[in-house]
């Protein structure tokens, strides 16, 4: 018997989703969820979130992959919930129990505690993060029982907020530089109060200009028709809208969406947003003068679409 295909047109689309991951679902598996409901060609997220965390998370369609990268080095901040008195093997809940330890502590001991974590730190990577040692992940060494040198690395909390003190549940604030992990974060505050801590909750609440107010569920976008799912995106040159603005017009535009270097010996070195008559471009750099394109939109009909087959 011939198996039955499903025929779908997927089609280019450009912009931005705010998508607030739920729990248990991986950030690949939530790109493609929505990628599906978009029936869009090309998709790509900013930044892993684990199947514990839930969350803000970015997802780019389109020409706005190619500006994703000012989203992975952004700031993020985090709503956090630590468990203290276990450790684990993953530093989360969802690894196996290494010691249980009483725990004494009042609001005021970790409130004592706390300071030290904030500003530049040096952290050491969990053993069960994504880098790489040797061409493998740390994961894949961790789940065999590897120990491998894992370096500290510079990171910075630029805030750490007490919420609420529940024994042994604290919640906690977290705004910070791209790389640090919370999960390392928390197994440093529990070993700091010597009674040991775990990951118990994340949430991602903000990355880069952007909030988790305004996202939306896998659920919520189901629910809606494609018109009001595309009403949902948000133009790729919000992904860079920290840059400062730079406008051309008439010939100089042309020249710059063709990837011709224009002279600006006026503006200070650095990159910018180009706007040419009044449509968003791409991303320059500016040196001694020279202006440069580093990432340009490619202007096609949005309606464009192509057949694929989906066995």
Known sequence: MTASRDVRRRRRIDGVLLLDKPVGLSSNAALQSAKRLYRAEKAGHTGTLDPLASGLLPICFGEATK????LLDADKAY????RFGITTTTGDR???????????????D??????????RIEQVPPRHAALRHQGRRYYEYARRGIEIPRAPRAVEIRELT???WRAPQLALFVRCSKGTYIRALAEDIGIAVQCGAHLEA???????????????????LEAMSETERDAALRPAEMLVAQLPRLDLEGLEAYRFVQGQALARAALAD?????YADGCFAGIAELAEGVLRARRLVSVQPASRAIETVES
């Open 67 to 70: 500006f994703a990268q000012s």
């Open 79 to 82: 709503l956090a919930t630590l």
């Open 94 to 108: 969802d690894g196996e129990v290494l010691a249980t330890r009483p725990v004494q502590l009042e609001q005021r």
């Open 110 to 119: 970790l409130e004592a505690v706390l300071p030290r974590f904030a500003g």
């Open 162 to 164: 007490l919420c609420s």
């Open 202 to 220: 994340l949430r991602r609440v903000a990355t880069g200009g952007f909030a988790l107010d305004d996202a939306l569920t896998l659920e919520a």
């Open 270 to 274: 650095g990159l910018v947003r180009v």
